[in-house]
């Protein structure tokens, strides 16, 4: 929590990525560089455990942030103000958080080389298709369920999407590019292009970190 936040801030919600964890995302150096800026800028920022390493942005996870949710909004002066940020698979919970049915609402969402579109995932390796498929309890992910599917339909938010279409993990054109023309908020946030693979260093960069602090404090004066 930053030492500015004496009468109200808003939160930052981070969502991880596959296998990993609120506590990895404490310790990593990387993130530390997105998180620090976020601090410094004046939000509070709650590190998700989303339900598991290998939620992929399920009901289930989507219910666990939200009583983690709840109960760090108790702990400091909080705005009523959350913005979500999500990380490779955390971007189909920071996604779905900002969506019709969450648990609180959410203002505007940040990706880095997230996913958003489940179906994709779903399709695009054996392993990841037994994670989901464990996750959701079910054969085959139903699309009302999706995250992309489901912000395609209700209309466009504001968002800042990060990615590079040199990534192998997360198809960018099937996901961040592909949801930011069909649902993005014209004039707040926007389309980053990257260079390079997956969660490489220029994601975590004093540059990106400045980007999303100044995505969310531009939500702050609407």
């Known amino acids: 929590m930053p030492r500015s936040c004496v009468q109200a801030c808003a939160l930052v919600v981070v969502s991880h990525p596959r296998g990993q964890s609120a506590a990895h995302l404490r310790d990593s150096a990387s993130a530390s560089v997105l998180t620090s800026a976020l601090i410094h800028a ?9 339900g598991g390493p290998t939620s992929w942005g399920s009901p289930a996870g989507l219910a666990a942030l939200g009583q983690v949710h709840a109960e760090a909004t108790d702990l400091f002066p909080w705005s009523g103000r959350t913005y979500a940020l999500g990380l490779s698979m955390g971007g189909l919970m920071a996604l779905r958080s900002a969506l019709p049915g ?3 609402p959410v203002e505007g969402v940040a990706l880095i080389d997230g996913w958003v579109d489940l179906r994709v995932a779903w399709g695009s390796a054996v392993s990841r298709r037994e994670e989901i498929g464990a996750a959701y309890g079910l054969p085959d992910p139903p699309e009302d369920l999706n995250p992309a599917w489901l912000a395609r339909t209700w209309g466009q938010l504001p968002m800042l999407v990060f990615g590079s279409p040199d990534d192998r993990t997360v ?4 996901n961040g590019e592909a949801l930011w023309a069909e649902a993005g908020e014209p004039d707040v946030g926007g389309l980053v292009r990257l260079s390079g693979g997956h969660l490489g260093g220029n994601r975590f960069t004093p540059e990106v970190a400045r980007q999303v602090a100044a995505f969310y404090r531009t939500l702050e004066r609407r």
């Open 42 to 50: 004046g939000f509070a920022v709650l590190l998700s455990g989303d």
């Open 102 to 104: 969450a648990p609180y």
């Open 171 to 174: 198809p960018f054109e099937r």
